[in-house]
Nanobody
Framework: QVQLVESGGGLVQAGDSLRLSCEGS????????MGWFRQAPGKEREFTAT????????FYSDSVKGRFTISRDNAKNTLYLQMNSLKPEDTAVYYC????????????????????WGQGTQVTVSS
């Protein structure tokens, strides 16, 4: 079992930066693909970014590419999301997710395929 705890959310102004953290427990963290999703009010949860277990591969949604950077420190069992040039449309609850030993058929945008979820952290960007 893996537990994920996000932190780092808050209220910022447009153009500001924020870094989210997600600390994981359990021995499978380094073998897990990790991801960030977000859910805005009245909208479905959507894929934001993902990183492979080694950290060597990353993938982003078009809406955040070039502004957000996902990274991880396996020695600390921690996942990060550096968010720069924030926009009001980035306002959402951000969730981290984990998928131990993802296979070839793993679709990172498919919410149902992620096994572990954090409780979420609120990010609010004012204009």
């Amino acid at each position: 079992q893996v537990q994920l705890v996000e932190s780092g959310g808050g209220l910022v102004q447009a153009g500001d930066s924020l870094r989210l953290s997600c600390e994981g427990s359990g021995r499978t963290f380094s073998m897990s693909a990790m991801g960030w999703f977000r859910q805005a009010p009245g909208k479905e949860r959507e894929f934001t970014a993902t990183i492979s277990g080694s950290g060597g591969a990353t993938f982003y949604s078009d809406s955040v590419k070039g502004r957000f950077t996902i990274s991880r420190d396996n020695a600390k069992n921690t996942l990060y999301l550096q968010m720069n040039s924030l926009k009001p449309e980035d306002t959402a609850v951000y969730y981290c997710a984990g998928k131990p030993q993802p296979g070839r058929g793993f679709s990172v945008k498919d919410i149902g395929q992620w096994r572990f979820w954090g409780q979420g952290t609120q990010v609010t960007v004012s204009s």
